[in-house]
């Protein structure tokens, strides 16, 4: 596939892995957007996942384990006329990094997190994560996972997103949808995509047969109360689509710091010789 938007590095996914599918739809969106590459920025966090960063050519930085919400979020302050999508795996996004998501949900800052969520740390070779499955045997539960699964969707529901959707990696035409709108969308959206990973934990057929799209289906995604109720529909058959979309003043919309320009455009007004004389 050429296109401006691929950097020509060797992708060392596990053929199959689900993040194909999330990086041809991310490079799908941002043609359909004609966003230009460098005013594009990509973080990526750690694991599988985070390789995306390599991949996509667009500036990027690859963060410490569960970071990708404050750097993303100091990135879009600094320089508000960037366009920011943070990528994150459900380790790093619902384990180590989930403080960061209910405060960027609630505070409305303007980025796409997109959640490679499949349900398993994958780079660490299989262990159980925040949506592992209840009973799950993986390196880490030798005799099934005893504990519940946390539900994504509810969280940045009740937390204050603005957008919210859920994605599945097996169904690219809809994944490019949800990206450019995700994109789109003025303030925080949240996506989580349902994502095999063919070596630890392969939920292509699982998924298959279960999702349905919610733009197929009379569903008002402008409802609070039935994105709630939605959101914790999860069984014989799985919704993905957009679950909630409002608009609401977004963090940056409310800096009075940045109504002319961005921060990075302005001079700096501190005195500098003070504040090494306080450092040293
Ligand atoms: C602070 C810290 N703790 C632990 C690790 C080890 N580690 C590397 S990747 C990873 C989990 C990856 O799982 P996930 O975020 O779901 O990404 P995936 O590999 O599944 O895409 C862990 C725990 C680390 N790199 N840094
Ligand atoms: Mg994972």
């Known amino acids: 596939m050429g296109s401006?938007?691929?950097?020509?590095?060797?992708?060392?996914?596990?053929?199959?892995?689900?993040n194909f599918a999330i990086l041809n739809a991310l490079i799908k969106a941002l043609e359909r957007l004609n966003l230009k590459p460098e005013s594009v920025v990509l973080v990526s966090g750690i694991g599988c996942h985070g390789r995306i960063n390599q991949y996509v050519n667009v500036n990027s930085i690859h963060v410490i384990h569960g970071r990708v919400l404050p750097v993303a979020t100091g990135i879009k302050i600094s320089n508000n006329r960037l366009t920011v999508i943070g990528h994150a795996g459900d380790g790093d996004a619902y384990a180590i990094g989930l403080g960061h998501l209910p405060h960027a949900a609630r505070r409305n800052v303007d980025l796409t997190y997109i959640i490679h969520n499949n349900m398993i740390f994958g780079l660490t070779t299989g262990q159980v994560t925040p949506t592992t499955p209840?009973?799950?045997?993986?390196?880490?539960?030798?005799?099934?996972?005893?504990?519940?699964?946390?539900?994504?969707?509810?969280?940045?529901?009740?937390?204050?997103?603005?957008?919210?959707?859920?994605?599945?990696?097996?169904?690219?035409?809809?994944?490019?949808?949800?990206?450019?709108?995700?994109?789109?969308?003025?303030g925080f959206a949240f996506i989580d995509v349902l994502q095999p990973c063919v070596t630890f934990y392969n939920t292509y057929s699982y998924f298959r047969e279960r999702v349905y799209r919610l733009e197929e289906t009379d569903y008002d995604y402008t409802s609070f109360k039935k994105a709630i109720a939605k959101a914790t529909e999860w069984g014989e058959r799985i919704p993905i689509g957009i679950f909630y979309k409002i608009r609401r003043e977004t963090f940056e919309e409310q800096l009075f710091q940045l109504k002319d320009k961005p921060l990075v455009q302005q001079e700096i007004r501190i005195n500098l010789e003070k504040v090494y004389k306080i450092l040293s």
């Open 4 to 18: 401006i938007y691929l950097t020509n590095k060797k992708n060392v996914w596990c053929p199959g892995c689900g």
């Open 134 to 186: 209840k009973g799950m045997r993986t390196r880490s539960t030798p005799y099934g996972n005893i504990e519940n699964p946390l539900n994504p969707l509810l969280l940045a529901l009740v937390s204050g997103a603005t957008f919210v959707a859920r994605g599945f990696a097996g169904d690219i035409k809809h994944l490019i949808y949800l990206f450019e709108e995700g994109i789109k969308h003025k």
